[in-house]
């Protein structure tokens, strides 16, 4: 059975909801789980599942719904972390300093073989840090990225990096391409990832001297790579590639824009829909298709981000996530061990 250490500490909402995220996937995706965190905490937010249970909106905007589980008919092993990384903290020195803290342990767990995966869903940097420096680099990577899945009109895309490199070499976009495609092809099941440069024009003489040498470098390997060119911003959801790379300062740029671009006008039409009668009334009408549209955009759909290019399997969730986000990410994590991710971008390398 596949086991994924949790730390059940990190985030806006932990350990309440990280703790009912857990148990919920794995209840319903069949995985053990290794908590991670301080043990009184945790121990009384099983007990707090298993007697009251906890709420959830499953994903959906509306109602919320109570769910019980009995925590004591699953396999969960508990193991204390008597530190907890703040988000604040710089995460090169938060994980020299504290080595017993929950996010070092929970990857700790992974290196040692106790558990198969990590979620994390407190500090980005420090989960990408402590995933570096605890299970190491595949050969042939040079700095793991993000890849984070987007909904799009016809199938999901996945962005490369999304925030874990700021500053990268046209060979380090390469490297993200090979493991967006990989990612793509096993994970997602798509056949043949179509892979695009995120720029600011089709034209091969787009963009900065980064664009351009990285766009005549995937050009190069098309015959490992299936490379369509430049994409503009415009174009990440009208299916026009499978995989956009990207720097992981332009790639966090986009998906924040992203996130705050579809809350916003969701916030709108919420607005119309109570303006007047006539409002009140299309917003009755239009309420299961709306729900429909925000469970397929909803950030808590997809869990997580894997970070590709380590020796391990990591999710990072988001750090306001709740239970249903973490259930995702649980669900992200057991297929990524399952389908091997890491192994198929080593063997890339090895051919």
């Excluded at 500053?167 to 990612?183: D, H, I, R």
């Excluded at 996130?259 to 039409?269: C, D, N, V």
């Excluded at 919420?270 to 009140?280: I, R």
């Amino acid at each position: 059975m596949t086991r994924i250490a949790i730390d059940a500490m990190g985030g806006d909402h932990a350990p309440h909801e990280i703790v009912a995220g857990a148990v919920w996937a794995a209840q319903d995706y069949g995985v053990a789980l290794e908590l991670v965190g301080k043990q009184d905490r945790i121990e009384q937010e099983l007990d707090r599942i298993s007697h009251e249970g906890f709420y959830s909106d499953c994903g959906k905007a509306g109602k919320q719904h109570r769910i019980k589980i009995d925590t004591s008919k699953l396999d969960i092993k508990i193991t204390h972390a008597s530190e907890i990384i703040e988000m604040g903290e710089a995460p090169g020195q938060a994980i020299r300093k504290k080595k017993k803290s929950s996010i070092v342990l929970a990857v700790d767990a992974v290196a040692t073989g106790s558990s198969d995966a990590v979620v994390a869903a407190g500090s980005t940097g420090a989960a990408m840090a402590s995933s570096l420096f605890g299970l190491g680099r595949i050969p042939g990577i040079d700095r793991p990225a993000i890849a984070v899945t987007l909904p799009t009109i016809k199938r999901p895309i996945v962005v490369i990096d999304a925030g874990a490199n700021s500053n990268c070499s046209p060979e380090m976009l390469y490297q993200f391409a090979v493991m967006g495609t990989t990612f793509s092809k096993n994970v997602l099941g798509i056949e043949h990832p179509r892979v695009g440069v995120l720029n600011i024009g089709e034209e091969a003489g787009k963009g900065n001297e980064l664009a351009q040498l990285t766009y005549k470098l995937l050009e190069e390997h098309q015959e490992r790579i299936n490379f369509v060119g430049n994409i503009e911003g415009k174009e990440i959801f009208l299916s026009v590639c499978d995989v956009v790379v990207c720097d992981g300062f332009v790639g966090n740029v986009a998906l924040k824009v992203t996130e705050g671009t579809s809350q916003m006008l969701f916030r709108m039409l919420k607005q119309e829909f109570k303006a007047d009668l006539l409002g009140k009334v299309i917003g009755l009408l239009a309420k299961p298709f709306m729900k429909r549209i925000y469970t397929k955009i909803n950030y808590e759909e997809f869990g997580g981000a894997l970070l590709l290019g380590v020796k391990g399997i990591t999710v990072i969730s988001h750090g306001r996530s709740k239970a249903y986000a973490i259930k995702n990410a649980v669900r992200v994590a057991k297929e990524a061990v399952e389908t091997g991710v890491n192994e198929k971008i080593a063997k890339f390398y090895e051919e």
